[in-house]
Structures are given as structure tokens and as C-alpha cells.
């Protein structure tokens, strides 16, 4: 883990432009965004895309370099109707390295650790890939973005990827008992609302 | 709000695609600006090269990037620092670009913003971006504005209506010129008024940082951001004919040769064999990517050394105050519950339609 640093100026020159091109784009292209005090929730329109929304931008004026994001659990699966928050994390020398991405509260997941982090291709650069499975062709560059990572957390959400498990367990319980595993995200995703 | 932090505000001083109305207003206008930035900074191009697959980087940028990893970040395919080419081309466009995009910006800009920003008027150089009646439609404007425009390039457009201070220089720069002005190594691209003195003065300090280096300085008053463009043959420190630095294999090193080739080039030898070496690559790269400019835009030594003191002080991590995010995060803690009830309160219609998981934020479905 790289300590949070303010960073080189190209960082976070290039994070500003992608906080201003993320919540600009999402005006312009019909999707809702609301603000409070520099968090933004984006909402992408329905016909566009996937059933969800996010909500991202710096966690603090004194510091660009984390973000929170609110996603919402897509539709049509068993995480729907949860807002799940993730904190990421921005080295000095971004974009070259990627972002880190960690959910707080922790999903049940196959490919989130038990202590929330994101183990996503996208997030990996190519020299370290815990699990030896990922294509290099999915890692992480650095025209990647926080956009193109967050619709590929979406996606994985709905579609855990076991050949890089990071949750040895939920990936037993996806394998073996998908219903007790959606049984059990479904349930998270009530208590996380309080119901 | 605290000084010297970024501010949110300041994100909205950065340029991106974006500051151009989508296609169905201005067509071509978004993408073109799109296609002239580098991928990997997100900014208009500085000293744009190709590799063999044809994608286009700032050099520094994709010098940066080939160093942890020897490929194309677009395509992937394997790439090095033989493979960079020159695109003076897009240079050349970039530049053009660089000097009307503002003037476009201000000629698309709604007329009321130029009515509520006298500003304008006080730098004195703004009149023939003022559209001349508000009841004018805008495309007329567009078109005879853009027509008179044509041979007059220094012209500054009328909207820069807000000055800020450059987080690096702390010098007051127009907002909408402060990511020139970082690019120039804030150098140029002052508000008018503290142009001259802050920077001779900036100058100075520098040039008492690094002493008097192994390179001499032959023309002391180079560096005058308004005479920089008329310099066509501006080239005080000799780079015209000059071969890109070696690549160095630093571990057969002694420390000394290592000291003696910063010495060489004026650079200091302080901070131990590491942040020798480290110094030593980052000028190497500075120095190589400066000469994939075309040589009438090319950075002085001076300011490719204040470019890697920069580069140096931004390495040493400053600790940011975690009890700021912490704070933060009570204070906001009720947003996030009004987003879940607001998320509770949809769960029972959850399958009645589509919109439904959009949950907290109301989507515009036009349909
Ligand atoms: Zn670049
Ligand atoms: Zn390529
Ligand atoms: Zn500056």
C-alpha cells in the first residue's frame, strides 16, 4: 500500500481533469448528478447502460488524491438496492499506477477481500497479478480511468470472476450453493439499509 | 477553507473536452479538442510523439510510462524508447489549437457571462470577442466573430474572468490559463499584471538554488514569456544540434562517476547515490523529451532544471492530515444516510420498473 501523498502535479492535474470530465460528461450526456460539498452521485440514464449509479469525487478539499464512490448494487442481481461505498486511494505517480479500491463496509464477494479491497484485472498492473489467471491485455495502463474502472467493478459485481478469487470462501459458496450465496448478499444488502 | 490546498473550485479551472457544447450544438468542436490531448495526462499535447503502432503520447508522458512498462498503453503492443518518433505535425496543430481555444470557448461562452465580467474589459484587449447586442443570435456572432478573428491571433479572449493563484508559483495566472502556465513551468501566461516584476524576481530565487551550473546561460533575459514567441530562432542554449542523452546502466556505477555526470550537466550531486540516480533519469528524460519539441518551442535548460526541482519536491511525500478526511466524512455522514433511505424507502416497488435501482438519484429517462 503506497501512503497517501499529495502527490506529483501531473497526478493530480490529471484527477482533476477526470473529476471535472466525469461529472461534466454526465450532465451532458442526460445523466443526474448531484453534489454535496464535492461528493457527486451520477446517475446514468437506464436506456444508456446498466441499472446503476455512482456517486464519486475527493473525499476532502485538502486532498485529491481519495475519492469515495457510491455504487449501487445493478439490477438483476443480489446486490441490487444496495448503495455500497469504496474508497479510492491515488498514488503519487497516477496514472501510471493504478488506484486502489476498497468497499467500507467489506462486500461478500468472490473477488473483493474480506477487508473490502477490490482484486479486479483492471486494478493490477502488469507485473503483479496475485493470481497468476489475468489476461495482461485487462490490466491496468495508464489511459485507464476511474470511469472505465467503475463500470468493470460493476460488471464484476454481476459476474465474479472465480478464476481470481479473492474471497476463498465465497468462492466455495458461489461454486458449490449459489442460492445460500445470494441469500447471503441479499441479506448484507438489507442489513446495510437497516431493514 | 484552508490556504494552499487544492480546491474543488480549482478542478473547475482545468480544461478538458467537455468546456466545448456536445456535437449537437458545436459539432466537432468536443472531439477534435479529445483527439489533441494525450492519453495519459488528459492534456494538450507537449512535444507529441508516435510510436510504431501510430498512437500519439507527450513525450515525457509515454517516456514515463515506457520505463514501468515497454509497451503501447493503448494497444500494448511492445514498444521502447527507440520506437519514439517526432510528430511535429501535431505539434504544430496542437500549437494552433492551444492559441484559439480560448478564443472559440469565448465566442461560444452565453452572452450574459460576458455582460457580468467587466474584468474583461480592465485587461483592455478583449473588445472583439464582446458580441456587440445581446439580441444577436449566437451562430451569427459565432460567424462573424470567427471571420474578424482570422488575422488577428493575439487576440485575448474575453473570458477570462477570474484570476487564481498558481498552487506551484503561488503567482496570480487568468483561471483559464493556469494549465499554459503550469505547462510553461510557470513560466508564462501571467495575469498582466504581475507578469513582470514576480517573475524576474521567481528568477532570481532559482537561479540562486541551483548556483551557477556547469552550463552557462548565454542570454540572460531569454526568458521572457511575451518575447518567447516571437524568438523564431530562439535557441540560447545551443539544443538545436544537440543528440538525446544515453540511456545509463547506473549499477556498474561508482557513486562519484554518477555525481560527476549531474555535475556535468549543473545539476546538484546532494541526497545519496538513490536520489542521484533517480535525478540523473528524470533529467534524462526531461532532457530527451524536450528535444522531441520542434527547437522553436523548446524549454530552456533553466527551465527543464526547474522542472526536475519540481519533480524532486513532489517525490518527497508530504503526509496529508487524515483527521481532515475523517471530519469530512462525519460531517457528510448524513448524505450517505438519506441515501439509504432514500434506497430503503424504493425496495418494496423494487421490481415495478426499470428506473427503480437507480435508487437514489432520479433518472431523466426521455422516454
Ligand atoms: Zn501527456
Ligand atoms: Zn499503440
Ligand atoms: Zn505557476
Redesign the pocket.
Known amino acids: 500500500m503506497s501512503e497517501q501523498a499529495l502527490g506529483s502535479a501531473t497526478a493530480l492535474r490529471r484527477l482533476m481533469t477526470e473529476y471535472k470530465q466525469l461529472t461534466a460528461q454526465g450532465v451532458s450526456a442526460g445523466w443526474n448528478v448531484h453534489c454535496w460539498y464535492g461528493l457527486f452521485a451520477i446517475g446514468y440514464p437506464v436506456t444508456l447502460t446498466l441499472d446503476f449509479a455512482l456517486a464519486e469525487g475527493p473525499i476532502s478539499e485538502s486532498d485529491f488524491f481519495t475519492w469515495e464512490a457510491l455504487i449501487l448494487g445493478p439490477k438483476d442481481t443480489p446486490f441490487e438496492g444496495g448503495v455500497f461505498t469504496a474508497k479510492l486511494t491515488f498514488p503519487s505517480d497516477y496514472p501510471l499506477s493504478p488506484f486502489k479500491m476498497k468497499f467500507d463496509p467489506p462486500l461478500f464477494h468472490p473477488n473483493i477481500y474480506p477487508d473490502g479491497t477490490v482484486c479486479i484485472s483492471i486494478l493490477h498492473t502488469p507485473g503483479d497479478d496475485p493470481t497468476m489467471y489475468e489476461q495482461a491485455s485487462e490490466r491496468w495502463s495508464p489511459v485507464q480511468s476511474v470511469e472505465k474502472v467503475i463500470l468493470s467493478v460493476i460488471s464484476m459485481l454481476a459476474e465474479p470472476n472465480l478464476e481470481s478469487g479473492a474471497n476463498i470462501d465465497c468462492c466455495k459458496l458461489y461454486r458449490e450453493n449459489r442460492a445460500e450465496y445470494e441469500r447471503i448478499v441479499r441479506q448484507s444488502v438489507r442489513e446495510q439499509l437497516g431493514l | 477553507m484552508q490556504p494552499n490546498v487544492v480546491s474543488l473550485s480549482e478542478s473547475d479551472s482545468v480544461q478538458d473536452p467537455t468546456d466545448f457544447p456536445p456535437s449537437s450544438i458545436a459539432p466537432g468542436l468536443r472531439d477534435l479538442d479529445d483527439s489533441l490531448r494525450c492519453p495519459i495526462c488528459r492534456e494538450l499535447y507537449t512535444a507529441p510523439v508516435t510510436?510504431s503502432?501510430?498512437?500519439c503520447y507527450c513525450s515525457l508522458c509515454i517516456r514515463n510510462s515506457l520505463s514501468s512498462k515497454a509497451e503501447?498503453p493503448?494497444?500494448r503492443?511492445n514498444a521502447s524508447e527507440v520506437h519514439i518518433r517526432k510528430n511535429p505535425a501535431m505539434e504544430s496543430v496542437v500549437k494552433s489549437w492551444a492559441s484559439g481555444r480560448d478564443f472559440i470557448l469565448g465566442l461560444l461562452k452565453p452572452q450574459e457571462d460576458h455582460r457580468t465580467s467587466p474584468s474583461v474589459d480592465s485587461q483592455g484587449k478583449a473588445s472583439n470577442t464582446q458580441p456587440d447586442s445581446p439580441s444577436k443570435k449566437r451562430k451569427r456572432t459565432t460567424d462573424d466573430t470567427l471571420t474578424s478573428a482570422a488575422g488577428e491571433r493575439k487576440l485575448t479572449p474575453g473570458i477570462s474572468k477570474a484570476q487564481v493563484q498558481c498552487p506551484m508559483c503561488n503567482q496570480t495566472v487568468p483561471e483559464r490559463t493556469i494549465n499554459q502556465h503550469l505547462d510553461s513551468g510557470c513560466q508564462s501566461y501571467l495575469s498582466e499584471a504581475s507578469s513582470s516584476g514576480t517573475r524576474g524576481q521567481q528568477k532570481e530565487q532559482w537561479s540562486k538554488v541551483f548556483g551557477n551550473s556547469g552550463i552557462t546561460h548565454r542570454n540572460k533575459d531569454k526568458g521572457k514569456a511575451k518575447e518567447k514567441e516571437k524568438e523564431k530562432d530562439g535557441d540560447p542554449d545551443g539544443l538545436s544540434d544537440v543528440d538525446p542523452l544515453p540511456k545509463v546502466s547506473y549499477n556498474v556505477l561508482k557513486d562519484k562517476l554518477i555525481q560527476e555526470y549531474l555535475t556535468e550537466h549543473g545539476l546538484p550531486t546532494n541526497g545519496g547515490r538513490d536520489a542521484c540516480i533517480a535525478r540523473h533519469q528524470k533529467w534524462v528524460m526531461l532532457f530527451n523529451a524536450n528535444l522531441d519539441r520542434s527547437p522553436a518551442n523548446r524549454q530552456s535548460l533553466d527551465q527543464l532544471k526547474r522542472e526536475l526541482k519540481k519533480w524532486e519536491e513532489a517525490q518527497q511525500t508530504r503526509k496529508h492530515s487524515v483527521t481532515d478526511v475523517v471530519a469530512y466524512q462525519k460531517e457528510h455522514k448524513s448524505e450517505f444516510e438519506r441515501l439509504k433511505e432514500e434506497a430503503r424507502r424504493r425496495i418494496p416497488d423494487k421490481t415495478s420498473n426499470s428506473a427503480a435501482a437507480s435508487g437514489i438519484i432520479v433518472i431523466d429517462d426521455d422516454e
Open positions: 510510436l503502432c501510430g498512437h503501447c493503448i494497444c503492443q
